[in-house]
């Protein structure tokens, strides 16, 4: 059974960056395309950036140019890379794995963007 554990998440200021980790357990990160998306309450989970096995990548409008998703599969794990960070950017965020139509989640990581 795979699993998801994010890290990285915390409370920072308007400008500053942060990099989030989804270490993959249980299978081989290769086999998977993978995505971050975010979550605030009261509303649905929006996806931010995935990228497929073979390493194309796609991003929300509201974060390109700031974010940058990669994977490390040697290291079964996968990145975001948030920079220039927003208080429209304070969510929980959330990783994701999709194999053969079944997705996989992580339990989520508070960003806070504040000042």
């Known amino acids: 059974q795979v699993q998801l554990v994010e890290s990285g998440g915390g409370l920072v200021q308007p400008g500053e960056s942060l990099r989030l980790s989804c270490a993959v357990s249980?299978?081989?990160?290769?086999?998977?395309?993978m995505a971050w998306y975010r979550q605030t309450p009261g509303k649905q989970r929006d996806l931010v950036a995935s990228?497929?096995?073979?390493?194309?990548?796609t991003y929300a409008d509201s974060v390109k140019g700031r974010f940058t998703i990669s994977r490390d599969n040697a290291k079964n794990t996968v990145y975001l890379e948030m920079n220039t960070l927003k208080p429209e950017d304070t969510a929980v965020y959330y990783c994701n794995a999709v194999l053969s139509n079944t997705a996989h989640w992580g339990q989520g990581t508070q960003v806070t963007v504040s000042s």
């Open positions: 990228i497929t096995r073979g390493g194309s990548t």
């Open positions: 249980g299978s081989i990160l290769s086999f998977y395309n």
